[in-house]
T-cell receptor
Framework: GQNIDQPTEMTATEGAIVQINCTYQ??????LFWYQQHAGEAPTFLSY????GLEEKGRFSSFLSRSKGYSYLLLKELQMKDSASYLC?????????FGSGTKLNVKP | EAGVAQSPRYKIIEKRQSVAFWCNPI?????LYWYQQILGQGPKLLIQ????????DSQLPKDRFSAERLKGVDSTLKIQPAKLEDSAVYLC??????????????FGPGTRLTVL
């Protein structure tokens, strides 16, 4: 089975840093993806991790610990446009299993 | 490069009616996914195609849902008859061939279905 947990909602202030956590228990694992989804739009790819450690991509970083079944997405210098849902997805044998998503509200 | 195309964008039907969604993936992408995303939840995989063959349809409610991918390109997803709980956004995504994780999937804009 696949069990992927994320907080339902978070609020942060413009210019701040926010960390969105994701824990997973899955029957297989080949990688972990993060997607951003604005309301009423399709998900768009942000980052992926295959090995343990931190991957940095501009204002976004993603971390993975396979032994702990844990990942986080770090967003720096928050902007109003970062208000969206952030989806964690486990990749296993050419399939993606999504968490329910974390809705991030960025306030001025 | 053109993205994944889906139509219609919105559809409103009454329960027990039938509906069909169409998806045109990115040219050359061998893998095609259909997801169902209920409001407030993450996408749930319904069916996965590799070229024109079904790889996984374990979560497809086969008593009412069907899907096909003719000639390994376009795909259609059909619901017959629809139920109230089928109200959701139906997302199509495509991906290049190969199972390497860095081959990201690209989503279409989705079809928002409302069943009354």
């Amino acid at each position: 089975g696949q069990n992927i947990d994320q907080p339902t909602e978070m609020t942060a202030t413009e210019g701040a840093i926010v960390q969105i956590n994701c824990t997973y228990q899955t029957s297989g694992f080949n990688g972990l993806f993060w997607y951003q989804q604005h309301a009423g739009e399709a998900p768009t790819f942000l980052s992926y991790n295959v090995l343990d450690g931190l991957e940095e991509k501009g204002r976004f970083s993603s971390f993975l610990s396979r032994s702990k079944g844990y990942s986080y997405l770090l967003l720096k210098e928050l902007q109003m446009k970062d208000s969206a849902s952030y989806l964690c997805a486990v990749y296993n044998f050419n399939k993606f299993y999504f968490g329910s998503g974390t809705k991030l509200n960025v306030k001025p | 490069e053109a993205g994944v195309a889906q139509s219609p964008r919105y559809k409103i039907i009454e329960k027990r009616q039938s509906v069909a969604f169409w998806c045109n993936p990115i040219s050359g992408h061998a893998t095609l996914y259909w997801y169902q995303q209920i409001l407030g939840q993450g996408p749930k995989l319904l069916i996965q195609f590799q070229n024109n063959g079904v790889v996984d349809d374990s979560q497809l409610p086969k008593d009412r849902f069907s899907a096909e991918r003719l000639k390994g390109v376009d795909s259609t997803l059909k619901i017959q008859p629809a139920k109230l709980e089928d109200s959701a956004v139906y997302l199509c995504a495509s991906r290049p061939s190969g199972t390497a994780p860095y081959n990201e999937q690209f989503f279409g804009p989705g079809t928002r279905l409302t069943v009354l």
